[in-house]
C-alpha cells in the first residue's frame, strides 16, 4: 500500500471510530433524531472517502502490476468489481 494513502486511511479510519462512539452516546442519551441522522451522514461519507482512497491505491498499484506481468484479464475483473460495488450503491 502507498505509505500516503495508509496514513490517511488509518487517521480516517480512527476519525470514524471516535464518530461512532459519538453516535452511541447520542442514541444512549436520546439525542435529537435530526442530529444523529447528521451525524450518521459524515459517517458514511468518510468511509466513501476511505473506500475512494483504497480504490485509488489498488488501481495505482495492483492493477497496474497485475498488467505489466500480463494478468489483464484478473484486472480487469477486479475493476468490473469494483464498478458494479458502485453501482449497487445508487
Same mark, same amino acid.
Given at each position: 500500500?502507498r505509505n500516503d494513502? +495508509?496514513?490517511?486511511?488509518?487517521? &480516517?479510519?480512527?476519525?470514524?471510530?471516535?464518530?461512532i462512539r459519538g /453516535? @452511541? &452516546?447520542?442514541? @444512549?442519551?436520546? !439525542?435529537?433524531? /435530526?442530529?444523529? /441522522?447528521? #451525524?450518521? $451522514? !459524515?459517517? +458514511? #461519507?468518510?468511509? %466513501? %472517502?476511505v473506500e475512494n482512497?483504497?480504490?485509488?491505491?489498488?488501481? $495505482?498499484?495492483?492493477?497496474? =502490476? #497485475?498488467? *505489466? %506481468?500480463? *494478468? @489483464?484479464? *484478473? !484486472?480487469? =475483473? =477486479?475493476?468490473? *468489481?469494483?464498478?458494479?460495488? !458502485? #453501482? +449497487?450503491?445508487?
Amino acid at each position: 500500500m502507498r505509505n500516503d494513502i +495508509k496514513a490517511m486511511v488509518q487517521r &480516517r479510519l480512527k476519525l470514524v471510530g471516535g464518530q461512532i462512539r459519538g /453516535i @452511541e &452516546r447520542m442514541v @444512549e442519551n436520546d !439525542a435529537y433524531c /435530526i442530529d444523529i /441522522i447528521t #451525524q450518521t $451522514s !459524515a459517517v +458514511k #461519507q468518510a468511509l %466513501s %472517502s476511505v473506500e475512494n482512497a483504497m480504490l485509488e491505491n489498488h488501481l $495505482s498499484t495492483h492493477v497496474t =502490476e #497485475q498488467m *505489466k %506481468s500480463g *494478468k @489483464e484479464k *484478473k !484486472a480487469v =475483473e =477486479e475493476v468490473l *468489481k469494483v464498478y458494479r460495488l !458502485a #453501482q +449497487k450503491r445508487k
